[in-house]
């Protein structure tokens, strides 16, 4: 099973933490798998619990220590730390991707990432780490969040159902994705407001003063990287201007900040297509039209200056 160990070591190399996990082997009755572990077909989680006694904690990036592990196990299937190299989104089947699909039609469509098909039918969506730890975004059932002292199992492990864990965007063909603002309000453990899918960035909050990732700035800034998104061929610089235009008009405002800005809209125009250079042209010609034109947060209406009627 050198294969195992090849992509234990490749992960390493990436500096991604790499641990062992048990794996599904047939059952004594040979008519289906069951777990590696001495509880066989009675574990209650089968094929996905550590082979080392401290399991996600003992991941590392050693090649000499993960030849051991998978010299002694060599069918042993992968664990990868999450929250260092890279999050990850967790959908659970067909449940998963209904809860998904509202939040994009909410939030607008998905950037495109690195995406892993799990051997069980479902799916994780690779991202960037945003220091967050493990929970479920709030509203989205059967969807789940991997982030700081979490893993995932990754390709070629097996899953109990016989399936292979594979890689339907790899680690090559995509960089890694900023967390969509609509999503990663729905893993704030303290979020500003508390609105639901159907305004995920949460409305415009006139008495929170203005400030970096207010949550009107994110809803602003989601809503022209969605319009950006939908860009049709012919239109994507034209539109990379003018959405950046409108949210560099923000930054300027000091409710957003501009680096979260120019990675965001990167990211968006290389997957659309733009290339680097066109994308930094314009960002930039984008960027200093937008500081010179400050917006900010609307005013709240001035009961004192309310016309009184006849
Ligand atoms: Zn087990």
């Excluded at 050198?2 to 933490?17: H, S």
């Excluded at 930054?251 to 809209?265: I, S």
Aim: hydrophobic share 40%; charged share 20%; net charge positive.
């Amino acid at each position: 099973m050198t294969a195992l160990l090849d992509a234990a070591l490749g992960y390493a190399a990436r500096g991604i933490p790499v641990y062992p996990v048990h794996w599904p082997r047939p059952a004594p009755s040979r008519a289906s798998l069951a777990c590696s572990c001495s509880r066989g077909p009675a574990c209650d989680r089968p094929a996905k619990h550590p082979l080392v006694r401290h399991g996600v904690k003992q991941a590392t990036t050693d090649p000499d220590r993960i030849g051991r592990w998978w010299h002694r196990w060599p069918q042993a299937n992968l664990g990868l730390a999450t929250g260092i190299c890279f999050d990850a989104l967790d959908i659970d089947g067909h449940a998963g991707l209904a809860a998904l699909r509202q939040l994009q039609q909410a939030a607008g469509p998905w950037l495109p990432g690195p995406l892993v098909a799990t051997g069980g039918g479902g799916w994780h969506h690779w991202f960037a780490p945003t220091g967050l730890g493990n929970r479920p975004p709030r509203g989205l059932d059967h969807v789940d969040w991997r982030g700081k002292g979490g893993c995932v199992l990754v390709p070629p492990s097996r899953h109990l159902s016989g399936g292979t864990y594979r890689w339907l965007i790899g680690l090559d063909q995509a960089p890694l994705p900023e967390v969509p603002a609509a999503l990663r309000q729905l893993l704030d453990p303290n979020p500003p407001t508390t609105s639901g899918l159907a305004d995920p960035a949460g409305p415009a909050d006139p008495t929170r003063p203005p400030a970096p990732g207010h949550p009107y700035g994110r809803r602003v800034l989601a809503a022209e990287l969605a319009a950006l998104d939908r860009a049709t061929p012919g239109h994507r610089n034209h539109t990379l201007n003018r959405c950046a235009f409108k949210v560099y008009r923000y930054v300027a405002g000091g409710v957003l900040d501009e680096e979260d800005v120019t990675l965001a809209f990167t990211t968006v125009a290389r997957a659309i297509g733009l290339s680097a250079a066109e994308t930094a042209r314009t960002l930039a010609s984008a960027r200093t039209a937008g500081l010179a034109n400050l917006r900010t947060v609307p005013a709240p209406p001035d009961p004192s200056r309310q016309e009184i009627g006849p």
